[in-house]
């Protein structure tokens, strides 16, 4: 399918993408006011259905971005999970998917605020393409760029505007020849990478930025604790990391909506530990794997599924 036929939600209605567009004046465009969600749609080939990860919290999520930016939604966190599903359903997706919701100040003038603006939607959902293959472990180095400080835009929301910094430090990374930057706080602590939340281990405790450390409140984080805690049994820990904590743990990695749980074996040219993926991000890797495919029940409610199930066919009775 070519991307212009595919069908988006936008105005209010359900139209291909090539005929969604904003103009070059556009509020958004110039000034970076606009908030965004990314969203995974997980493909069962077995089960022949969609699951949709944790969806309805994204989109509330969503609700708090918008009213950082004074931007009023058209609809409330049901009805928007109900647009994603029927684009889903309107472009017969039986794949992975990846969902782009997007509020944005809409109107074509010059001019720095963010009110008396006209604000607008939309809803994109594309098939996924991997972010980055994780499977070897990545390579990371602290950016000489900081992340984003809360007291200069709301570091917790996902702003676009927020995402240069991202976008600078993961150029610098991929210059220098690593897989993925890791952004500091201003004052020298570890915050998160470019577009991942960070997770570190010592000595079987896992250990990861506070949401007051200028970090984006992650919903896939938000999962991982809670599953350290009650599958792995392991203590979790939402604290201050140093720098130098990178350099001598034994593992690290990253989570978020598009990476899942990517392990990372070399933070600035020292292996993590022995260089090889740990035991802790093997074991939660696997299990969010199961458990976005719908095959852990105890974790069904995380699930919203797209398609009817499929009831097989019976075959015919032969003849007497």
Same mark, same amino acid.
């Given at each position: 399918?070519?991307?212009?036929?595919?069908?988006?939600?936008?105005?209010?209605?359900?139209?291909?993408?090539?005929?969604?567009?904003?103009?070059?004046?556009?509020?958004?465009?110039?000034?970076? !006011?606009?908030?965004?969600?990314?969203?995974?749609?997980?493909?069962?080939?077995?089960?022949?259905?969609?699951?949709?990860?944790r969806?309805?919290?994204?989109?509330?999520?969503?609700?708090?971005?918008?009213r950082?930016?004074?931007?009023?939604?058209?609809?409330?966190?049901?009805?928007?999970c109900?647009?994603? $599903?029927?684009l889903?359903?309107?472009?017969?997706?039986?794949?992975?998917?990846y969902?782009?919701?997007?509020?944005?100040?809409?109107?074509?003038?010059?001019?720095?605020?963010?009110?008396?603006?006209?604000?607008?939607?939309? %809803?994109?959902?594309?098939?996924?393409?991997?972010?980055f293959?994780?499977?070897?472990?990545?390579?990371?180095?602290?950016?000489?760029?900081?992340?984003?400080?809360?007291? !200069?835009?709301?570091?917790?929301?996902?702003?676009?505007? $927020?995402?240069?910094?991202?976008?600078?430090?993961?150029?610098?990374?991929?210059? @220098?020849?690593?897989?993925?930057?890791?952004?500091?706080?201003?004052?020298?602590?570890?915050?998160?990478?470019s577009?991942?939340?960070?997770? *570190?281990?010592?000595?079987?405790?896992?250990?990861?930025?506070?949401?007051?450390? @200028? $970090?984006?409140?992650? %919903? !896939?984080?938000?999962?991982? $604790?809670?599953?350290?805690?009650?599958?792995?049994?392991?203590?979790?820990?939402?604290?201050?990391?140093?720098?130098?904590?990178l350099?001598?743990?034994?593992?690290?990695f990253?989570?978020?909506?598009?990476?899942?749980?990517?392990?990372?074996?070399?933070?600035?040219?020292?292996?993590?530990a022995?260089?090889? *993926?740990?035991?802790?991000?093997?074991?939660?890797?696997?299990?969010?794997?199961?458990?976005?495919?719908?095959?852990?029940?105890?974790?069904?409610?995380?699930?919203? !599924?797209?398609?009817?199930?499929?009831?097989? *066919?019976?075959?015919?009775?032969?003849?007497?």
């Amino acid at each position: 399918m070519e991307l212009g036929d595919v069908f988006v939600y936008h105005g209010g209605r359900y139209v291909p993408y090539r005929d969604a567009k904003v103009g070059l004046l556009t509020h958004g465009l110039n000034y970076g !006011t606009g908030c965004f969600e990314g969203i995974r749609g997980y493909w069962d080939a077995v089960g022949l259905q969609l699951h949709f990860f944790r969806l309805r919290e994204h989109f509330e999520r969503m609700q708090r971005s918008c009213r950082l930016l004074l931007i009023e939604l058209p609809c409330g966190a049901e009805e928007m999970c109900a647009h994603t $599903i029927e684009l889903a359903r309107l472009n017969d997706f039986r794949q992975d998917v990846y969902v782009r919701p997007l509020a944005f100040k809409a109107s074509e003038e010059v001019g720095v605020r963010l009110h008396n603006v006209r604000d607008d939607f939309a %809803i994109v959902a594309v098939p996924h393409k991997s972010y980055f293959d994780s499977s070897q472990g990545l390579r990371a180095c602290v950016s000489s760029w900081r992340r984003m400080d809360d007291n !200069t835009a709301p570091a917790r929301a996902k702003l676009t505007g $927020i995402y240069v910094g991202s976008a600078l430090a993961k150029s610098e990374a991929h210059g @220098n020849g690593f897989d993925e930057a890791i952004l500091l706080t201003h004052d020298g602590h570890v915050a998160e990478g470019s577009a991942e939340n960070i997770f *570190i281990v010592r000595d079987g405790v896992v250990l990861t930025p506070p949401v007051t450390d @200028n $970090i984006l409140e992650g %919903i !896939t984080r938000a999962s991982l $604790i809670e599953l350290c805690r009650n599958e792995l049994r392991l203590e979790v820990l939402e604290r201050t990391i140093d720098r130098s904590e990178l350099y001598v743990a034994d593992e690290v990695f990253f989570s978020g909506t598009a990476v899942g749980v990517s392990p990372v074996v070399e933070v600035d040219r020292r292996a993590v530990a022995d260089g090889t *993926i740990g035991p802790v991000s093997r074991a939660l890797a696997n299990l969010y794997h199961d458990i976005t495919l719908g095959r852990n029940a105890k974790y069904g409610s995380w699930l919203t !599924t797209c398609f009817a199930a499929e009831v097989p *066919i019976e075959p015919l009775a032969a003849s007497a």
